[in-house]
């Protein structure tokens, strides 16, 4: 072999070390984004779970403020009430049908 290929031949073989270190490189980072993405899909679970929790919260809140009774609104209530009544009402006798 001549000196110019072998010259070639020692910048292939840097250039594809080269290559593999960056490939180990790219491995190493792609297992970090893998780990953060694992954390970051288990908190996501968590914050949903609480969301919901909260969502239902708010929902039972609404309820009862709905249901609520005071000297004031007593009359109103008694009116919400008697709609929530007949609307379930009309929900049970659509099902029967």
């Known amino acids: 072999m001549t000196e110019e290929q072998l010259k070639i031949i020692r910048i292939f073989e840097v250039r594809v070390h080269q290559v593999?270190?960056?490939?180990?490189?790219?491995?190493?980072?792609?297992?970090?984004?893998r780990t953060q993405l694992g954390e970051c899909e288990v908190l996501n679970n968590s914050l949903n779970i609480d969301n919901e929790q909260l969502q239902t919260k708010y929902d039972n809140l609404k309820v009862a403020r709905m249901i609520s009774v005071s000297k004031d609104d007593f009359k109103a209530t008694k009116d919400r009430l008697s709609g929530l009544v007949?609307?379930?009402?009309?929900?049970?006798?659509?099902l029967n049908e």
């Open 20 to 33: 593999l270190a960056l490939c180990d490189k790219l491995k190493e980072e792609n297992a970090v984004l």
């Open 86 to 94: 007949r609307e379930v009402n009309m929900c049970i006798a659509s």
